[in-house]
């Protein structure tokens, strides 16, 4: 019995461990930030919402103050627009560490906000943005045609494939 | 080759450099086991072997021991060859005969964590050195005469300093410059920081004084396009491109008010106009007006001529349609490079929109707005409706210290933009001005005062570096998308007009038509970053001001000035000494092939090819850069101090123990082996199996070094030499780059994989590439040796 719980305890350390590591080999990619503020002000999220500030999980990052920051919100809110990155004159990747921290976060399961979990469920419709009817009426003065709905059921088996679907039915439990 | 003499005495001396060497390696432990070596009769320590007392000890124990062959292992050569070498000399003992082994940059710098295997590199570095000192040979250093005349390129405030320097000092003096007048970018400026001078007023001066110098032959509207020779002799040939003005001009201005061509002038930042024929502004060194051949109708009485009717009317007849380029050869004694940064092109930063929005401007469009000679007279308005700006706003760090296009800090422009902020708030108190900025950088002399003032008239400081401008296109005002860090929040404030702080881009490549080492971001590199800051690779070449970093007025002075006292230096005592590192021929073996000359590229080696007589070798011309021998098929040119022989022994010192895993490196003098040097300054850590043998060039590398090294089993070889644009010997790298496909398909006749085997070019400003090329090296060797281990076992 004592043995299977150091086990447990064992791998938990470990998880804790490569965690660690990941969250460290994220804060050397950081490391060439100056905070210079560019990503910010390019960012449309903070443009509307000055609480959630990309620079500011960049600089938790790169002071290495792991503690809670897969808690943290903000980076889900990111739109990976990639404007950030774009502007950076420092060469940061910032879209791609918030995936990183993204999925770090949904791996060890941490809360994922509604928002993200409700756009898992709005993709099994087979959209992202449900279809109206002013989006059909632009598209049709645009002279494009109607939206083709994919295949729901490929998007279902991809979901459950990633595990998208267990950790959505895990955080309702928690709610 | 037999042994010069067969009682050789080596000394060994080490250096513990305080502790940036004792601290990795047991300088004890390696002193035992260099009393081991052969012909090693004496190993001492030092805490400072380049101290008085330090070289007091060496000279002492060369004496007392009757040392005659002396080993110093401490830095690098390229720092204290010379010291050491003066030292030997003061013991009575022939200066060639003296090795330095490098266990600091090389070594104790580049293994901080693995004192065991760094303390065994340092002794094997030192047998190196010893098995080179044994077959050393004492030379003696011929003296050249110097020419007592100096060449300063470019005439911007570093160039016209060095000149009044040199000239003031008596020494003849040539100043090159490119565009029609002197003055640089000091010339279009308003005022200079921090005691807010008129700039030209300051200047202006001067520029007549190279004008008036009985000393200084001023060559405006020229270019350097050859330069040849060596220190203290060298020959360039200068384009004097044609003005069609002649020196007669009295700048009477009568001939711009009948010419009709009208083309944006590029003194004022293209915000005026001025005419084909033209003075690119009223203090212009030389005062002589010129006509620019691209725009003028046709530089001949048919076309148009009015420019020749109108001087001819008023008496005079300075117009020359005839006039023609031509070329000047001139001879002198030492060269001062001075020919500035760039600026840098705000249009490389769309979202900044300079170019497209009329009202952003860069930081010389403003200064010349801002100019009594400029486009307004002094009157700050925005190009968009000639309005007076309310709302000012400046931008910092404009392709400054961003990844993308320059990393470095470009020095001058927080207090540019400080200055320009004052000059505002003293014409118009009224104006609103705010300053976007990641750090504000004022650290010279009197700068934190200028910046306390600027925060005293009310300029706001916001911390942040905008993303993006958008014009408001009605009004072509601006809005600023910014963070503003203090306050954590999103703005977006709208101004009239932008300033962008543009930051220095590094010289062209080209120019100076001789190879100078550059840094990894394009500014030519001093000799030595502490104590040869002016100095270069090339004896006798010096540089001064932006060419070298990007620097203001009084740093660029200051520079100027201590590059004139270097090269008059050497001006003064008439004549210097030069290495002795000169090609020798053996002449019972030449066959006359004639390969040497193709290889000379200062036609130092020659052959009458119809006598069939061997070759001759011109002491005065060669170089020593080794090329010729290296290529020599009979191999029977011999290197004066960087001997087969020598080289060989070097070999074969370092891969004696443990070949496989060895990294052999032949780095040349100039580049390959100061990126190395750098890599150690810069604590680059990489594995300890690397062993660099120095060459003058890379030329020097005979194909049978590298087919010698894999014989003895070494695991990996890598030949570098410098970018082949930069090769100081010319084409010496070219010519060695040409042996790869003679080493690689010897290697396939010998069945050793073509990973082993690689050539780099590395410049003495990169030292991340030399690091990476090691670790990446040490791993192939590491591979290697162990699979061959695996082959090997059944038979132990």
Known sequence: MSEVKKDVTQEKNEEVDSILNELEALAKVVAPCLECTTCASACPVFQSDSQRNPRRLLNRLGRREFEGLLDEVDFWWCGACYSCEAHCPQGVPLAHVFFRLKNLAFHTGKPIPKLVLRTGETLRSGFLIPVKKEITEKRHALGLPDPVCPDTKEIETLLDATGFSGRIIQSRKLD | ?796
Request: negative net charge.
């Open chain 2, 1 to 796: 080759m037999s042994r010069p003499e067969s009682n050789i005495r080596i000394g060994v001396f080490l250096c513990g450099c305080g502790r940036n060497i004792a601290a990795t390696v047991d300088i004890d432990k390696v002193a035992e086991k260099a009393k081991t070596l052969d012909d090693v009769v004496f190993v001492d320590t030092n805490k400072y072997s380049c101290s008085e007392t330090g070289q007091a000890s060496i000279r002492n124990a060369i004496r007392e021991n009757k040392l005659n062959r002396v080993v110093v292992a401490s830095c690098s050569p390229k720092l204290h060859l010379e010291t050491f070498k003066a030292t030997t000399v003061s013991a009575g003992v022939n200066p060639y005969l003296f090795e330095m082994a490098n266990i600091r940059e090389h070594c104790s710098w580049v293994h901080m964590h693995e004192p065991v295997q760094a303390t065994e590199k340092a002794f094997e570095l030192v047998e190196m050195a010893v098995a080179k000192a044994r077959l050393l040979e004492p030379q003696t250093e011929p003296k050249v005469h110097i020419t007592p005349k100096a060449m300063v390129i470019g005439g911007g405030v570093a160039g016209i300093q060095a000149s009044l320097d040199m000239a003031d000092a008596g020494y003849q003096v040539y100043l090159v410059e490119k565009s029609p007048t002197i003055g640089g970018i000091m010339a279009v400026l308003d005022k200079t920081f921090p005691t807010m001078d008129c700039s030209i007023c300051i200047l202006g001066p001067k520029m007549s004084d190279v004008k008036s110098h009985p000393n200084i032959t001023l060559m405006a509207y020229s270019e350097v396009k050859e330069i040849k020779g060596y220190v203290g002799n060298f020959k360039a040939k200068i384009l004097r491109k044609a003005r069609y003005v002649t020196e007669d001009c009295t700048a009477c201005d009568e001939c711009t008010s009948v010419c009709p061509i009208s083309v944006p002038n590029e003194v004022d930042g293209h915000l005026s106009w001025r005419k084909a024929i033209y003075m690119p502004f009223p203090q212009a060194v030389p005062s002589q007006f010129l006509i620019d051949t691209e725009h003028c109708h046709g530089v001949n009485p048919i076309s148009c001529g009015k420019c020749r009717d109108v001087c001819r009317e008023k008496g005079a007849d300075c117009i020359n349609y005839d006039d023609q380029d031509r070329v000047e050869e001139i001879e002198i004694g030492t060269i001062v490079v001075a020919t500035g940064f760039k600026p840098f092109d705000a249009a490389r930063i769309p979202e900044y929109g300079w170019g497209r929005y009329p009202n952003v401007l860069n930081t010389l469009e403003f200064e010349r707005l801002f100019n009594a000679s400029g486009p307004t007279e002094g009157h700050l308005v925005r190009p968009s409706d000639m309005e007076q700006p309310k709302r000012v706003a400046f931008i910092q760090c404009v392709g400054s210290r961003d990844q993308r296009f320059n990393a470095y800090c470009s020095n001058f422009c927080c207090l540019e933009t400080i200055k320009s902020t004052l000059l505002i708030k003293e014409h118009w108190p009224e104006t609103e001005i705010t300053v976007f900025y990641i750090d504000i950088r004022a650290f010279g002399k009197g700068f934190e005062e200028l910046y306390h003032r600027a925060r005293e008239e009310g300029v706001r400081f916001i911390r942040g570096r905008p993303s993006q401008i958008q014009e408001e296109p009605e009004t072509h005002n601006l809005r600023v998308f910014v963070e503003d860090q203090n306050e954590n929040r999103f703005i977006s404030p709208e101004f009239d007009m932008v300033v962008l702080s543009i930051g220095a881009d590094a010289p062209d490549p080209d120019v100076v038509p001789i190879p100078l080492p550059r840094g990894a971001d394009g500014f030519l590199l001093e000799a030595h970053p502490k104590l040869k800051p002016v100095d270069t690779a090339s004896r006798g070449i010096f540089i001064a001001g932006g060419v070298e970093s990007p620097k203001d007025i009084k740093e660029s002075v200051t520079q100027a000035s201590a590059a004139s006292i270097r090269a008059a230096q050497l001006m003064a005592k008439g004549e210097v000494r030069i290495e002795p590192i000169f090609a020798e021929v053996d002449a019972s073996r030449c066959t006359s092939c004639g390969t040497c000359t193709t290889r000379c590229p200062y036609g130092a080696i020659t052959i009458q090819e119809k006598k069939v007589t061997p070759a001759v070798v011109n002491q005065a011309l060669c170089e020593g850069c080794g090329t010729c021998a290296a290529d020599c098929p009979e191999d029977c040119i011999r290197m004066r101090h960087f001997t087969d022989e020598q080289i060989l022994e070097q070999v074969r010192a370092g891969l004696k123990n443990h070949p496989e895993n060895k990294v052999l490196v032949f780095a040349c003098t100039f580049c390959s082996y100061g990126g190395a040097d750098l890599a150690g300054v810069s604590r680059m850590q990489y594995p300890t199996n690397g062993r660099v043998i120095r060459t003058m060039c890379a030329g020097r590398v005979d194909p049978d070094f590298v087919y010698e090294a894999f014989q003895l089993g070494a695991g990996a070889v890598a030949l570098t030499g410098c970018h082949p644009q930069d090769c100081h010997f010319i084409s010496g790298n070219r010519f060695a780059a040409k042996r790869e496909t003679r080493i690689r398909r010897w290697l396939d006749k010998q069945g050793i994989d073509q990973e082993r085997f690689t050539v780099e070019w590395i410049s003495a400003g990169e030292g991340k590439k030399f690091q990476n090329m090691m670790t990446r090296m040490s791993e192939i060797a590491e591979k290697f040796a162990k699979s061959r281990k695996k082959v090997e076992k059944p038979v132990v």
